[in-house]
């Protein structure tokens, strides 16, 4: 099968072992992965500020670098939603996945030669658990299921928790994260103290931004805890 | 006047109170979550409860015209308000006539979004609100800050306090019981001295020219029963159908609201008692311009139940006063800019766009998307902050040109290796309470490029 990688602009700047833990684990499983070259952002960081008028280039280099293939996987919630809902293209936004969903619907994968022997707490980030349904939400009345703990499941050793509250906001947001800095990181640490009650040693998730944030925080704090990409768990054998 | 950042900085200064802000309102959160997962058809409930406020919504003009001629066969009054003005107007003609020096009033947001109380006041009419919490924030010259529990940033000691103040309670009595109950004896003497009373309108039936009011504090009930006049003001939004419609929206809004299974009063108000007059104010107040916008019509679908500020983690974080609005949370940010953009453009903004806003609305308006359709709109017509502009449109740039975005990315992975002062100081909103990033040596197109190699 053949897929393209879409690496967000910050996950490849930043966080680039997200992006080699995603091409490794798709190639492990059996894709043809392509990675344009030229690929930038997806433009939701305008779109979301109130300049959706402004993500015209964002848009046509996106096209440029993915038109044609059918499946475009990306390892951030977020990046996807905004292109499903807002690319012009309507062949681009019925061909990009996040990847854990990718995995899930499209290559239902069943099983994985995958060993993390951590405890971590699991961050359901908003953008892929209520805008790509990657799992339920406690706002509906609705059968309980979860795409990425379908996966983390796979994995040998792995202890993983919700938070109490299992789905709230960490306060990242996008520009909402300097523009209302106070609130923000208030939002953030409050979603940290509710991992670290469960002695968890990592922070997992679907979105590297949200993870970037509370990251952040966290080495504010000179917390131990680390975070860590769902992606980088499904890919790592130790 | 401070923006909602600002407004929201200062009250989580208080750290100790916005945690205590935060864990009540998540309270009430969860005791909706438990009361709608009780029911099994609570999502089909939802969606049966959104399409008929579609459908009144598609026929406005025409159910508005039948529920006239059936509340004036009933016998009551109706008026119709273009807007604020003419509704606070209407409502002193109708207090002036009967020469009323004070009127009491049970929660109505409509006339808090008309600003009634100091229209009235101004004109020497004493006002007295009777919902509790109301009563609360009135005797601190305070407005709402939540639209269905309005004293809910205020503990127990500030009660006491203002109480002490103001019924001359014991200082120091913090007593829930004991303020309630002074406040109840405080209250008595103005409900049967008062010659108008004005309630709020929850529902508005047009078939039967009918009106619901939900208290849990029966206080509309005591001041309609006892006055000689009645004044119910409502927004044109608030019709329903049928009275069988009631069966829908009253089993969601307490659920929603509070987690209760329905309000202590549900009442019904059909005509007036014998020598009683009854008035009914319709108010547009932008309601229609509102009407005309496609993506922001369904905004006046709102029951005011307020599931939606106690979900938003921003607004358990900030408080309703931060929202400068007499609705705050995240229905009052998609509701404001249709009174006036300039001066709430911040609302728009005060949200992560997390969406569990849309996800508990009783009637699924989709909040979270209004918030996004309102920044475009607001940013199209040129409100954004001084400089916002410029550094989108560098961005945009930037993103949009491959080769610039690499050369970017490497200098900004540079500086914060090798120069982290520059970004790791207090001009930089991101590192005044978070460390940046650690800077990776390579990006990963550079590792990708080295690996095909």
């Avoid at chain 2, 273009?82 to 107007?89: S, V, Y």
């Amino acid at each position: 099968m053949r897929v393209a990688l879409f690496v967000p602009c910050y996950v490849d700047q930043f966080y680039p072992q997200v992006a080699i833990a995603g091409l490794e684990l798709l190639e492990k499983l059996g894709c043809e992965v392509v990675v344009p070259k030229d690929q930038t952002c997806c433009g939701q960081p305008m779109a979301n500020s109130g300049f959706a008028n402004l993500t015209g280039g964002c848009d046509s280099n996106f096209s440029q670098n993915f038109d044609g293939f059918d499946y475009i996987v990306g390892p951030s919630g977020s990046c996807i939603l905004h292109i499903k809902e807002h690319h012009p293209s309507e062949k681009i936004r019925n061909s990009v996945y996040e990847i854990c969903e990718f995995l899930v619907d499209v290559l239902q994968v069943k099983k994985l030669d995958a060993r993390f022997p951590h405890r971590v707490g699991l961050h359901q980030s908003c953008h892929g658990q209520r805008g790509l349904r990657l799992s339920s939400m406690t706002e509906r009345n609705e059968v309980p299921f979860s795409k990425i703990a379908q996966l983390l499941d796979l994995v040998q050793d792995l202890d993983y928790v919700l938070p109490e509250r299992a789905d709230e906001c960490c306060g990242f947001g996008g520009t909402f994260c300097v523009t209302e800095e106070a609130v923000s990181v208030r939002m953030g640490q409050d979603r940290i103290q509710e991992h670290l009650v469960n002695q968890i040693e990592y922070v997992v998730g679907a979105d590297t931004s949200c993870l970037m944030h509370m990251e952040g925080i966290l080495r504010r704090q000179n917390s131990p805890v680390q975070i860590k990409h769902v992606i980088e768990i499904l890919n790592h054998h130790a | 006047m401070l923006n909602h950042a600002e407004a929201s900085e200062q009250f989580i200064q208080d750290a100790e109170r916005t945690t205590w802000h935060d864990e009540t309102l998540w309270f009430v959160r969860s005791k909706r979550d438990k009361a709608s997962k009780v029911i099994p058809e609570w999502e089909d409930l939802r969606d049966h409860a959104s399409q008929i406020k579609d459908h009144v919504l598609a026929n406005l003009g025409q159910y508005l015209i039948e529920f006239e001629a059936k509340a004036k066969a009933n016998g009551v009054h109706v008026h119709w308000a273009k807007d604020a003005e003419e509704h606070n107007q209407i409502v002193y003609g109708l207090v002036a006539k009967h020469g009323s020096k004070a009127l009491v009033k049970s929660k109505s947001m409509l006339t808090e979004e008309c600003h009634l109380n100091s229209f009235l006041t101004k004109k020497g009419v004493e006002v007295v609100d009777t919902d509790l919490g109301e009563r609360i924030v009135q005797f601190r010259d305070e407005v709402p800050s939540h639209i269905v529990l309005p004293a809910i940033h205020l503990k127990k000691e500030d009660v006491g306090e203002t109480f002490h103040q103001h019924l001359g309670t014991p200082k120091g009595n913090k007593d829930p019981q004991f303020l309630t109950e002074a406040a109840r004896q405080h209250l008595r003497g103005y409900f049967l001295a008062a010659d108008v009373a004005i309630t709020g309108v929850n529902f508005a039936v047009a078939e039967t020219g009918e009106f619901v009011v939900c208290t849990n504090e029966g206080n509309a009930d005591m001041g309609a029963h006892l006055a000689k006049v009645h004044i119910a003001c409502m927004g044109i939004e608030k019709i329903i159908p049928r009275r069988k419609d009631l069966g829908v929206f009253l089993r969601l809004l307490a659920r929603s609201a509070t987690g209760q299974l329905i309000t202590t009063y549900s009442s019904h108000f059909a005509k007036p008692r014998e020598g009683q007059e009854m008035h009914i104010v319709l108010v547009d107040n932008g309601r229609t311009r509102q009407l005309a916008r496609p993506e922001f019509r369904n905004s006046l679908k709102c029951i005011r139940c307020a599931a939606c500020f106690n979900t938003c983690p921003v607004y358990r974080r900030s408080g309703g006063h931060s929202y400068h609005q007499p609705v705050a949370g995240p229905i009052g940010s998609i509701l404001a800019p249709n009174f006036d953009k300039k001066s709430n453009v911040d609302l728009p903004f005060a949200s992560t766009l997390c969406g569990s806003c849309s996800n508990v609305c009783p009637v699924k308006i989709n909040i979270h998307e209004q918030l996004w359709f309102w920044r475009q709109d607001l940013m199209k017509e040129g409100l954004a902050p001084a400089g916002k502009s410029l550094s989108m449109k560098g961005m945009a740039w930037i993103l949009s040109h491959p080769k610039i975005y690499r050369l970017a990315g490497a200098m900004g992975r540079f500086v914060v290796k090798n120069l982290p002062f520059l970004v790791n100081n207090r001009l930089n909103p991101w590192a005044k309470q978070r460390e940046m990033p650690e800077a990776p040596k390579e990006s990963f197109q550079t590792w990708y490029q080295s690996r095909k190699s």
